[in-house]
């Protein structure tokens, strides 16, 4: 599954494969699933009345979201550069919405399909 969005004025391909949570693990030294796993477990940002949950804020570790992004532009694109000199090339990047943008290709790297 891919997908291109522009970030900062710049065509940015991704890609979601069989290989997006070996590459992940090479790169960062963690398990892709347990992380997507570990944002399950920490709830919602907002509350039904839609206030602002910061419990759930000081729980999350945003440098997962610049590394599954990094991830799935490099499966796209295997000459990018390491995930800060990438992240330099920006000079805005704004996370929260590119992870909605994103969250297909996340899915489709943790969900089986249906027969």
């Not at 290989?19 to 030294?29: D, I, S, W, Y």
């Not at 390491?82 to 969250?103: A, K, R, S, V």
């Amino acid at each position: 599954m891919e997908k291109t969005l522009v970030i900062d004025g710049k065509q940015v391909r991704f890609k979601s494969n069989a290989a997006t949570p070996l590459r992940f693990k090479a790169q960062f030294g963690k398990d892709f699933f347990k992380e997507i796993y570990k944002l399950n477990a920490i709830g919602e940002l907002t509350d039904k009345d839609g206030n602002f949950n910061y419990e759930v804020l000081e729980k999350l570790d945003f440098d997962f979201f610049y590394n599954i992004i990094w991830t799935l532009a490099k499966t796209a694109d295997k000459s990018i550069p390491d995930p800060i000199t990438w992240l330099d090339q920006f000079d805005e990047f704004p996370l929260m919405e590119i992870i909605p943008e994103l969250q297909d290709l996340i899915i489709a790297s943790i969900q089986s399909k249906k027969k």
